[in-house]
């Protein structure tokens, strides 16, 4: 019997989501072959097997979180012996599961994903959730319920111990309790908070279900992007320096140097993409903001790997643009044009979303004209990129429209003093103004 476990496949996942299962019980399966879709808090992934077998039991249900470590499957010889002894059984297992730390959780080298083979798994589950549900609510011989069919059968007013579960390994799900409540003709929210409706766990009143409101489920991707923000805005001293650029000149280095890329067969370039571009040449020039805080310490980076935000439907992701510094514009537009395209598909790389040293957040296409970014940790600044807009500006004694471009610089204050963010907005601003000194 070999099981199959929720592997790490980036350096903050501490949770997965069975998205979906490419393989059904009774196939066979050669290492190498895809089985099944991964939610990670930064993309879905494809997890390959490692050994060759026949799937003999599905023990973790697609739309399911479980913690890294956790058998979601096993694997055999298709005599269904392994489906039969189902996980082996180990102390830690209730422990791992309700997410704290253990000796046996794998870890990853904070860069690239582990094998799924590699990741030294917590057993005796036949589901995450029983284990998580042991730890949190009650002894082990509580009926195994998802937490979705945990907080469902609150709501309905359905007893658990008396409903047959239709899921993987026997668990109660949320369709069994809606079937139960129906059944019992229970499905009847209350309309007021009483003294019987608290909830089991902690003794609150339990909330009351309300026709106007919609409550939608958080992706990984964005329950980890809430977690690290806010303890960047918490633990990180942001402040904040606005430039004003006159872009003008820029907007016409850009027409006429897409007619040469065109002519060529070259791509396109965008004025993000100089931006990006003019950041990466800042930061080179000016090392002093191309550093890192954390545990106390302050690393400066020795080369420049630049962060792109992207924004998606399950949240923001940040690929990121190596060496960028040492790139043509038209490389860099070429990079972070396919790396955008595979963020928003789900395919983008763990180890491609990771080790930015400095980030560019642009809501410029939204017509925002000016915002301030939250710096993405360890990271000690971000850069917010405003829309280009038409001003009248005073021109040697007289007015003119010029097209003018508002930067934001967040600093972490730890990491980063006011007088050397300033210089580098100074220097980036420098290069805008003059585009020739960004390809030079």
């Not at 082996?88 to 860069?111: F, I, L, M, R, V």
């Not at 690239?112 to 998580?132: F, L, M, N, T």
């Not at 960028?324 to 790396?339: F, L, M, Y």
Request: hydrophobic share 35%.
């Amino acid at each position: 019997m070999t099981e199959i476990h929720m592997p790490r496949l980036s350096d903050t996942m501490e949770e997965g989501v069975i998205s979906a299962w490419r393989k059904q019980v009774g196939e066979q399966i050669n290492r190498g072959d895809v089985v099944a879709d991964i939610e990670t808090d930064k993309a879905v992934m494809e997890l390959e097997a490692y050994d060759d077998g026949v799937l003999e039991k599905i023990l973790i249900g697609e739309g399911e979180t479980v913690p890294i470590g956790t058998p979601i499957g096993l694997l055999g010889d298709g005599s269904g012996s392994a489906a039969e002894s189902g996980p082996s059984e180990s102390p830690g297992s209730a422990q791992q599961s309700s997410g704290e730390k253990s000796g046996s959780e794998p870890q990853g080298d904070g860069q690239s994903p582990a094998p799924a083979r590699q990741d030294p798994a917590p057993a005796g589950q036949g589901s995450a959730a029983d284990s998580g549900d042991a730890s949190q609510d009650g002894p082990r011989n509580r009926p195994k319920a998802s937490p979705l069919a945990r907080a469902v059968a609150r709501e309905k007013g359905v007893d658990l111990s008396t409903v047959s579960g239709t899921g993987p390994g026997g668990r109660i799900i949320r369709v069994d309790i809606e079937a139960a409540a129906e059944r019992s003709g229970t499905d009847q929210p209350s309309t007021a908070p009483t003294a019987s409706t608290r909830d089991a766990s902690t003794g609150a009143p339990a909330a009351v279900e309300d026709p106007d409101l919609e409550e939608i489920p958080l992706s990984n991707i964005r329950k980890v992007t809430a977690k690290r923000l806010t303890e960047s805005k918490q633990q990180a001293p942001h402040f904040y320096l606005t430039s004003a650029v006159d872009v003008t000149d820029l907007v016409s280095f850009r027409a006429d140097l897409n007619e040469r890329l065109q002519a060529a067969g070259g791509p396109k370039v965008s004025v993000n993409d100089l931006v990006v571009k003019a950041c990466a040449t800042a930061l080179r020039a000016n090392p002093s903001v191309n550093v890192s805080f954390r545990d106390e310490k302050l690393f400066q980076h020795k080369r420049v790997h630049l962060g792109v935000a992207v924004a998606l439907d399950s949240g923001l992701v940040v690929p990121v643009i190596p060496d960028a510094d040492r790139k043509s514009v038209s490389e860099i537009a070429t990079e972070g044009r396919e790396k955008a395209e595979r963020a928003r598909d789900g395919k983008l790389k763990p180890d491609e979303m990771t080790g930015s040293t400095f980030s560019v957040s642009n809501l410029g296409m939204f017509g925002i004209e000016e915002f301030s970014a939250v710096i993405n940790p360890p990271e000690a600044a971000i850069l917010a990129v405003g829309a280009t807009r038409e001003e009248v500006q005073v021109r040697d004694g007289e007015f003119a429209v010029r097209k003018m471009l508002r930067l934001t610089l967040s600093a972490d204050h730890r990491a980063v003093d006011g007088a050397v963010g300033a210089v580098f907005m100074q220097q980036l601003t420098g290069l805008l103004e003059d585009p020739i000194r960004i390809i030079a």
